[in-house]
C-alpha cells in the first residue's frame, strides 16, 4: 500500500478538515500531489477548503479503502498524541504501533507509519502542547461525524493497547485515553472497560463489564449482553477481515471475563 495511494484515499473519504490539514503539515509537498491525484476527471472531485470533497461517486472498493485509510491514519494521530502523554516515547509503545500496522495494514505501512509519527511527534515538538492538543480534540471531533460507533469503538481499542505495551499505564496517558473517548463522543467508562481486558482476576473481569462485584446476577448478565452487542466483531467488518480479527480477540477476551464472573458466582 503505498502513502501516495492511501493518503489519496483517506482525502477521498473524509472531509479534509483538521486531520487533512494536519496531513497537509505532516506530508508537506506529496499532500499537494495528492490532492491532484484525487481529483481527476475520473473521480469529478472538487475541494473548497471547508466542506472537503464534493460530487463524487465512490465505488465500493473506493469506499473500503477510504475508510480503511482513514481508520489508519486517525490511528496514527491519536497514537503519537497518547505515546507522548507521560513526556516520552518509549520504545515498547512505538514497537506496539509498528506491530499493529504490520498486521492490520501490511510491511509497507510499517515504513510509512513509522515515519508519519515521527513527524507528529516533530510538529507537536515545534507548536507545543496545548495547541497539538486542541489540534487533536479538532480531529476527534471529525473522526466522530466520519467513524460509526463500533469503528471508533476499535479505534480506542488500539490506543489502550499503545498506552499498555510498557507494562504500565500511568495517569497521564489514563487521563489522555480518557480525553480522546470523550472527543471522540463515547464514554470514559470505555477505557476502564479495556484496561481491564487481557487480565485473569476477578477485579479486572468486573471492570471490564463496568459492574460492581455487589452487582446482581440479573445486573451482571444485563451489562454483559449490552458490552457484547456493543463490542461484536461483525460491526467493524467494512473495515477488513484483520481489523474485524482484532475485534473478535477483543470480544473472545470480554468473554473470558465474563466466563472468570459465571465461575465464581456458580451460574
Same mark, same amino acid.
Given at each position: 500500500?503505498?502513502?501516495?495511494?492511501?493518503?489519496?484515499?483517506?482525502?477521498?473519504?473524509?472531509?479534509?478538515?483538521?486531520?487533512?490539514?494536519?496531513? #497537509?503539515?505532516?506530508?508537506?509537498?506529496?499532500?499537494?500531489?495528492?490532492?491532484?491525484?484525487?481529483?481527476?476527471? $475520473?473521480?469529478?472531485?472538487?475541494?473548497?477548503?471547508?466542506?472537503?470533497? !464534493?460530487?463524487?461517486?465512490?465505488?465500493?472498493?473506493?469506499?473500503? !479503502?477510504?475508510?480503511?485509510?482513514?481508520?489508519?491514519?486517525?490511528?496514527?494521530?491519536?497514537?503519537?498524541?497518547?505515546?507522548?502523554?507521560?513526556?516520552?516515547?518509549?520504545?515498547?509503545?512505538?514497537?506496539?504501533?509498528?506491530?499493529?500496522?504490520? !498486521?492490520?495494514?501490511?510491511?509497507? +505501512?510499517?515504513? %510509512?507509519?513509522?515515519? &508519519?509519527?515521527?513527524?507528529?511527534?516533530?510538529?507537536?515538538?515545534?507548536? #507545543?502542547?496545548?495547541?497539538?492538543?486542541?489540534?487533536?480534540? /479538532?480531529?476527534?471531533?471529525?473522526?466522530?461525524?466520519?467513524?460509526?460507533?463500533?469503528?471508533?469503538?476499535?479505534?480506542?481499542?488500539?490506543?489502550?493497547?499503545?498506552?499498555?505495551?510498557?507494562?504500565?499505564?500511568?495517569?497521564?496517558?489514563? +487521563?489522555?485515553?480518557?480525553?480522546?473517548?470523550?472527543?471522540?463522543?463515547?464514554?470514559?467508562?470505555? &477505557?476502564?472497560?479495556?484496561?481491564?481486558?487481557?487480565?485473569?482476576?476477578?477485579?479486572?473481569?468486573?471492570?471490564?463489564?463496568?459492574?460492581?462485584?455487589? +452487582?446482581?446476577?440479573? $445486573?451482571?448478565?444485563?451489562?454483559?449482553?449490552?458490552?457484547?452487542?456493543?463490542?461484536?466483531?461483525?460491526?467493524?467488518?467494512?473495515?477488513?477481515?484483520?481489523?474485524?480479527? +482484532?475485534? %473478535?480477540?477483543?470480544?473472545? $477476551? &470480554?468473554?473470558?471475563?465474563? /466466563?472468570?464472573?459465571?465461575?465464581?458466582?456458580?451460574?
Amino acid at each position: 500500500m503505498a502513502l501516495g495511494r492511501w493518503i489519496g484515499g483517506f482525502l477521498g473519504w473524509m472531509t479534509a478538515g483538521p486531520l487533512g490539514a494536519l496531513a #497537509g503539515i505532516v506530508l508537506g509537498g506529496l499532500f499537494d500531489s495528492m490532492m491532484d491525484a484525487v481529483n481527476t476527471p $475520473e473521480t469529478q472531485g472538487t475541494f473548497d477548503g471547508q466542506s472537503g470533497y !464534493q460530487s463524487q461517486t465512490y465505488s465500493s472498493q473506493q469506499v473500503y !479503502q477510504g475508510q480503511r485509510n482513514s481508520f489508519l491514519f486517525s490511528m496514527l494521530v491519536l497514537s503519537s498524541y497518547i505515546i507522548k502523554a507521560d513526556g516520552k516515547v518509549m520504545h515498547s509503545e512505538m514497537e506496539m504501533v509498528r506491530q499493529m500496522l504490520r !498486521q492490520n495494514f501490511g510491511e509497507q +505501512a510499517v515504513v %510509512e507509519g513509522n515515519d &508519519i509519527l515521527k513527524k507528529l511527534f516533530e510538529q507537536q515538538k515545534r507548536v #507545543g502542547t496545548v495547541s497539538f492538543k486542541n489540534t487533536v480534540e /479538532d480531529c476527534c471531533r471529525q473522526i466522530a461525524r466520519h467513524m460509526n460507533a463500533s469503528q471508533r469503538l476499535q479505534l480506542l481499542n488500539f490506543l489502550v493497547m499503545v498506552a499498555q505495551a510498557d507494562g504500565r499505564v500511568p495517569q497521564s496517558e489514563i +487521563a489522555a485515553l480518557k480525553e480522546c473517548a470523550l472527543w471522540l463522543r463515547m464514554s470514559s467508562d470505555d &477505557i476502564d472497560s479495556m484496561l481491564g481486558l487481557g487480565k485473569n482476576d476477578l477485579e479486572s473481569a468486573y471492570r471490564v463489564l463496568g459492574v460492581s462485584p455487589n +452487582a446482581s446476577d440479573d $445486573e451482571v448478565k444485563k451489562a454483559y449482553r449490552k458490552l457484547a452487542l456493543k463490542h461484536h466483531p461483525d460491526k467493524v467488518a467494512a473495515l477488513g477481515d484483520d481489523i474485524r480479527r +482484532a475485534a %473478535e480477540k477483543k470480544f473472545q $477476551e &470480554i468473554n473470558d471475563a465474563k /466466563d472468570r464472573i459465571w465461575k465464581a458466582r456458580g451460574l
